[in-house]
Every structure is written in C-alpha cells, then in structure tokens.
C-alpha cells in the first residue's frame, strides 16, 4: 500500500521513541503494535504486520547485542605491563616517525613508516632506520585509519616503542597499542610520556598508583632499569 507523505508525519525519533515506550510497556508487543497507530493530523492510519514488527524487534536485538559486545571488548583489555613488554620486545627505541606509505600489494590495507631512532633501549645491532608494519589506510587528507587494537604511526610524532621482529625480518610495534607510547611537550617546554591506552603500566607498582603522564627522562630511566631485569 502506497501512502501519501501528509499521512506519515511521525518523524524517525518519534516513531522510535513510540516504539521503545510501546515494547517496554507490554508484555505482548506484536498484538499491540498490529493494532493501529494514528496520524497527528490527518486522521488516517498506519497498520503494521506481524512480519515487519518481528523483523524491527529483531533488528533492536541485534543492535543491542552488537553495542554490549563493543563495550565488553573495551571494558576487558587486558593492560600489559611494561616488565611484560620488555621482556616480549626484540627492541625498544626511542625516535620519531619520519615518514609513510602504503603498501598497494597487500592482502590487506597495511602501511610501512620509517623511524628514526634516537637511543636504543633494548636490542642489538639495532638500525637507525627502522620500518615498521601496521595495518591501516592513508585517507586522501593524509590522515591515518586502522583497526581498534593497531598501533598507528604518522609522520613527525616523537614516539618511545616497543618492538617485534619476525622470522621473516617484518617488525610491527609489539601488542598493537599498548606498545607505543606517546611524547608531547607541556607549555613549560618539558617533554612528557603518556600511554595510548590509559595511564602507564609502571613496574613494582600497584595499577591505583599507574601514573597518566611521566616526565620523558623519568619513563626512559624507568625502561632503562626494566632492561636489566632478568629477561
């Protein structure tokens, strides 16, 4: 049935605030709602099938289970420990990211940066030209997209990171987000560390004494030390 557009006046947030307040209220929604609704102003009415109420209280399930398992994911990162990282990382190196690329050939949408490293933390015979792989895409305004969990790299940042090299000589940044750590400068001119993911996982503290920011020769000293641990 064709309706005339003057006799649907209900707009997108109204219909949906009726429909939740309707299934929230019944014990019975499909009878309910295969009853008629009523047009503000024309006095004519909507009729809505079984099917397609079945088909709109489904589409609601799926969307709420689709967002709870978004928020269980990001409430269940498991925080890895900079002792944990150290001990997993082939390098670790201070530097800046000096450029990007994309890689056309890959299966999937991957970016190659170089990295210019400053001091070595971890590791031997390390270059001091490192190129490292992530999953991602350059938009066409140069801007950088990636996975949730991917650690992403854009040219100029100052960076201390945490690194895995593969059989194969690929080195990616080690547990995706949580192994880069970022560098900026507060208005006093003093350089400051923070994590991508929250507050910095120091070792030999419990995580209610984690700190947000650390003062850039506070963290390096910090990874200095872990280094010496036994690996």
């Keep these: 049935m064709n309706y005339e557009p003057s006799t649907i006046l209900y707009t997108e947030g109204e219909y949906l605030r009726k429909f939740v307040s309707l299934i929230s209220s019944t014990k019975d929604p499909l009878k309910q709602m295969e009853g008629k609704m009523h047009s503000k102003t024309s006095h004519r009415y909507l009729k809505f099938s079984a099917p397609t109420i079945f088909f709109l209280l489904l589409s609601g399930i799926m969307l709420s289970l689709f967002v709870w398992q978004l928020e269980a994911n990001a409430l269940t990162l498991h925080r890895t420990s900079l002792v944990a990282l150290m001990k997993s990382s082939d390098y670790v190196v201070h530097g800046i990211v000096e450029d990007i690329q994309a890689l056309e050939q890959e299966k999937q949408p991957t970016i190659l940066a170089e990295f210019s490293v400053l001091e070595v933390l971890k590791g031997e015979k390390v270059p001091q030209e490192v190129r490292i792989r992530f999953q991602g895409k350059i938009t066409e305004k140069n801007l950088v997209t990636a996975p949730p969990h991917e650690a992403t790299l854009s040219p100029t940042e100052e960076l201390v990171l945490f690194l895995t090299r593969w059989e194969n000589g690929e080195i990616t940044v080690t547990d995706g987000i949580q192994g880069k750590f970022t560098i900026s400068e507060t208005d006093g001119g003093e350089k400051v560390v923070r994590s991508t993911v929250g ?33």
């Design 199 to 231: 507050a910095i996982p120091l070792a030999d503290q419990d995580p209610e004494d984690w700190l947000a920011e650390m003062p850039l020769t506070q963290f390096l000293k910090h990874l200095r030390k872990i280094a010496t641990y036994p690996q």
